[in-house]
């Protein structure tokens, strides 16, 4: 066929046959798919496929037949994503990706069979493999102690926590903050090694003070220093400690005391706080001060003040 320009009488007759553009991940709209030919300056429409979005928003989703083809279309999709999967419990997702038409299957916590431990042995015979939560539990060997957790549980992550005990012919150092050893030896401790201690200055001894390392570990468990506040007093700020606390000389870490003003005195300021709360083993600011009362109030008709001394007051009267 020879080549020659369209006239206006090929235009006539020209048509375009039904468009496709699947490598852009478009399909023609629904009005048109019936239509296998359009007359030339017919204009289509394209949308993205089910699961697809627009790489650009506002590209053109239309083409026109011009003579027997069609202009180009400018819509362009790309596969949506699903985003993340939510978080279930007990398990995880094995997954090929997080775009439309990708899978994610959830796969149940398993954990395999517990680690084993020198001089001691599970409690139960292991199992090849154990459900979330699922536990083991680990004893010693006879004379030995069992150091750390003796219960293990599968955890979210497939294993076993907290780590595997271990087994010893002692007991562990005691960690106990702010105590002192004041009988026994120093570590390593074998059994019946003993320990005594007491508190530092500030904490008081909550507990026994006196432990022995037996086949099980400390007995009894070992003891705690709890932070205490001596009597707290503001004497400076003419305040006394309100009568229901004058009898406890420490106060437990928390504890909270209330003042007063002390006799013949009144707050400087009515809204200050009349409370301090003891916090670690030192109380807090008082925001309550006192002051003397005025002598001006106690004045009398016909009366003239002759002596003062301390809050007593004498009056000689007159006519």
């Given amino acids: 066929m020879e080549n020659r320009n369209l006239t206006d009488k090929d235009y006539l007759y020209s048509e375009c046959t ?30 993205c496929v089910i699961g697809h979005k627009p790489v650009n ?14 202009t180009s279309l400018e819509l362009s999709c790309t596969r949506k994503s699903c985003g993340s999967l939510a978080d279930f419990s007990h398990g995880r997702y094995d ?21 084993a431990i ?19 539990s680990y004893r010693c060997n006879k004379g ?8 293990l549980h599968c955890s979210e992550d497939g294993t076993f926590k907290p780590d595997p005990p271990k087994c010893s012919d002692g007991c562990p150092p005691p960690e106990i903050p702010n105590a002192k050893r004041i009988g026994g030896k120093s570590p390593p401790y074998k059994l019946n090694n003993f320990i005594e201690y007491t508190c530092k ?25 709890i932070a205490e506040c001596r009597q707290p007093s503001f004497a400076s700020r003419n305040v006394v400690l309100s009568a229901n606390h004058l009898s406890t000389q420490n106060f437990p870490n928390g504890s909270t005391v209330t003042f007063e003003c002390v006799i013949g005195h009144k707050p400087v300021d009515r809204k200050a706080s009349r409370s301090v709360t003891c916090e670690g083993n030192q109380w807090t600011s ?27 007051l004498m009056y000689d009267c007159f006519l």
């Fill in 18 to 47: 039904q468009p496709s553009f699947a490598s852009r991940n478009v399909v023609l709209s629904g009005n048109h798919l019936s239509t296998q030919n359009f007359s030339d300056g017919s204009t289509v429409t394209f949308e």
């Fill in 57 to 70: 928003s506002k590209a053109s989703r239309s083409v026109t037949c011009e003579g027997n083809q069609w």
């Fill in 95 to 115: 997954m090929t990706g997080n775009l439309f038409g990708d899978t994610a299957k959830p796969v149940s916590v398993k954990c395999s069979a517990p680690p």
């Fill in 118 to 136: 020198e001089n001691g042995q599970l409690v139960d015979e292991p199992l090849e493999s154990y459900s979330y939560l699922e536990a083991v």
């Fill in 144 to 151: 030995l102690n069992l150091i750390g957790a003796s219960t």
């Fill in 201 to 225: 200055d500030g904490y008081i001894l909550q507990g026994d003070a006196y432990i022995v390392c037996k086949e099980n570990g400390w007995s009894p468990e070992p003891p705690q220093c």
């Fill in 286 to 312: 008082l925001e309550l001060s006192c002051t003397k009362k005025m002598d001006g109030a106690l004045n009398h008709h016909n009366a003239l003040i002759r002596l003062k001394l301390f809050l007593l």
